[in-house]
């Protein structure tokens, strides 16, 4: 009989310790996979996720494209760009931290994560596509054809046939105008062009819309106007890394909100003094 208790004893003893045994690999365990479920949980969660949660959304901006993105006479940063995805940020509800950085390193910027989203008149284009996502174009723009006011016998490209075209020389405006039968006159920007066609040295310049109407709305210079434009514009909008779509879904609600609300073309008045944000 002592043998048997005493077999019992130690039956009972193993029982314990393997029971004990079990009890600490399961608290382990279960630390473990409450520790692999939280890293799981941050490294799986969303950028929008990490942007709603944290409250802010961080923009890549250059600060230095005027009327774009740019620091006014008081030092604040404003512009088109900057006026657009501020708004959406905030009918978002969350703040905007803007990070400025030059154009040749803003798509490295965003690669390495350093902002959420570029707010910079990116372009898109087949090859940009292939690389980052975008949000619907809140901007269009085409070139066009600048006469003075009094002029009304150019009212297409195809009226450039032997007229004297102002234009920057490394432009690919320039090349429009070539293309369209114009001599060309060179010159160094927009500015030079239309005093050249207000004097009367030469007879057009084709350039880009919306530096024309920008340049109209800053100078309010009534002696020019614009006489054509070319129907393939181009679209400029948001830059994201891929894999983020929900961010871009959540930018794009916003933008199509205010553009059925009219806050886009409101915005777009104020800076440019017709709509661009839409075709």
């Known amino acids: 009989m002592k043998k048997i208790s005493a077999w019992l004893v130690i039956i009972g003893l193993v029982a314990v310790l393997a029971a004990c045994g079990g009890n600490s690999e399961g608290d382990s365990g279960a630390d473990e996979n409450n520790g692999s479920s939280d890293s799981g949980s941050e490294s799986s969660a969303s950028l929008y996720d990490q942007i709603m949660e944290e409250g802010v959304i961080t923009v890549g901006t250059e600060g230095t494209y005027a009327p774009f993105t740019f620091h006014n006479d008081e030092g604040e940063l404003t512009g088109y760009d900057v006026e657009i995805i501020r708004e959406v940020a905030d009918r978002m509800g969350v703040d905007v931290e803007f990070e400025e950085t030059q154009w040749d390193s803003m798509f490295a910027g965003l690669n390495a994560e350093r902002f959420d989203v570029i707010a910079n008149q990116v372009g898109i284009d087949e090859e940009r596509k292939q ?7 809140y901007t269009y723009s085409s ?59 030469a007879d057009v310049t084709v350039n880009d819309k919306l530096a024309v109407l920008d340049y109209i709305n800053q100078q309010g210079d009534e002696s020019i106007k614009i006489a054509a434009e070319q129907g393939d514009a181009s679209e400029s909008a948001f830059a994201f890394n ?38």
């Not at 690389?131 to 174009?137: E, K, L, Q, R």
């Not at 075209?165 to 090349?175: R, V």
């Not at 794009?252 to 839409?278: H, P, Y």
């Open 143 to 201: 070139a066009v054809v600048v006469v003075p006011k009094d002029n009304n016998s150019i009212t297409s490209f195809e009226d450039l046939e032997g007229k004297q075209s102002a234009q920057s020389l490394t432009s690919n405006f320039g090349e429009i105008a070539e293309e369209n039968g114009a001599e060309l006159v060179s010159v160094e920007g927009l500015a030079q062009s239309i005093e050249l066609i207000k004097q009367g040295r």
């Open 131 to 137: 690389n980052y996502d975008f949000s619907n174009p």
């Open 242 to 279: 891929k894999g983020n779509e929900e961010l871009v879904e959540a930018v794009n609600e916003q933008l199509e909100a205010m553009r059925e609300d009219g806050t886009l073309a409101e915005i777009s008045k104020e800076w440019f003094g017709e709509d661009v944000s839409s075709q």
